[in-house]
C-alpha cells in the first residue's frame, strides 16, 4: 500500500508541475487594453474633451492615450507631426496647431455640425470670415473653424485651429 502511495503521489506532483508550467505562459501573454476617454468636442471653445489645438502630442495623449497612428513632431515631418485616432474619426496636427473631424466621427459634438445644411449655420455661426464652393471659415474665440461641404451642402469635415485664417497650414 505504501508503494502505491508514494507512486500516486509522484503522479500527482507531476501532475502539478506539468499544470504550473501550461499556465504560467498564458498569464504572461495577458495584456491591458488602452481605453480613451470619450471624445466630446466643443466647438465654440475649440477643445476636445479639454485638449486645445495647440497641446503638444504629450499632453494629448494624457487624455487619449489610444492614437492609432503617430508622427512625431519635426522640421521634416510632411504635416509637422500628427496623432491619428482613425477609428474616432478624429486627427490631432500637433505640428500646425488644428484638430480634425471627419464625418464617421465617433463622439459627441456640442453642436450639432455634422450633416447640417450650409444655410443653416447662421444663427450658430454667423457669416463666415471666408467664404469658397466648398468651405467655409469662421473666425471664433480661440482660432479659426473651417466647415467642408459635401455636394449636397451639407458638413462632412470639420477643423478648428488656435491660428488665425492667414496663419493656419493645413496638410494636404
Known amino acids: 500500500m505504501t508503494a502505491v502511495s508514494n507512486q500516486q503521489r509522484m503522479k500527482n506532483l507531476i501532475f502539478l ?3 504550473s508550467f501550461f499556465t504560467v505562459p498564458v498569464i504572461a501573454q495577458l495584456k491591458t487594453t488602452t481605453v480613451c476617454n470619450p471624445f466630446v468636442v466643443d466647438i465654440l471653445a475649440g477643445k476636445v474633451t479639454g485638449v486645445e489645438a495647440d497641446f503638444t502630442q504629450t499632453q494629448i495623449k494624457q487624455v487619449f492615450p489610444c492614437s492609432t497612428s503617430e508622427e512625431a513632431e519635426s522640421v521634416s515631418a ?3 507631426g500628427f496623432l491619428f485616432y482613425k477609428d474616432k474619426d478624429i486627427y490631432f496636427y500637433t505640428g500646425r496647431d488644428y484638430i480634425e473631424i471627419g464625418e464617421k466621427f465617433k463622439g459627441k459634438l456640442s453642436l450639432p455640425l ?3 445644411a450650409r444655410n443653416s449655420l447662421f444663427k450658430m455661426l454667423g457669416n ?3 467664404k469658397d464652393v466648398n468651405w467655409d471659415a469662421f473666425q471664433t474665440q480661440y482660432g479659426i ?3 467642408y461641404y459635401n455636394k449636397a451642402s451639407r458638413i462632412n469635415k470639420i477643423q478648428f485651429s488656435t491660428k488665425s485664417t492667414d496663419t493656419i497650414k493645413l496638410c494636404e
Open 78 to 80: 510632411k504635416c509637422g
Open 114 to 116: 455634422m450633416g447640417a
Open 17 to 19: 508541475f506539468m499544470a
Open 145 to 147: 473653424l473651417i466647415l
Open 128 to 130: 463666415p470670415k471666408i
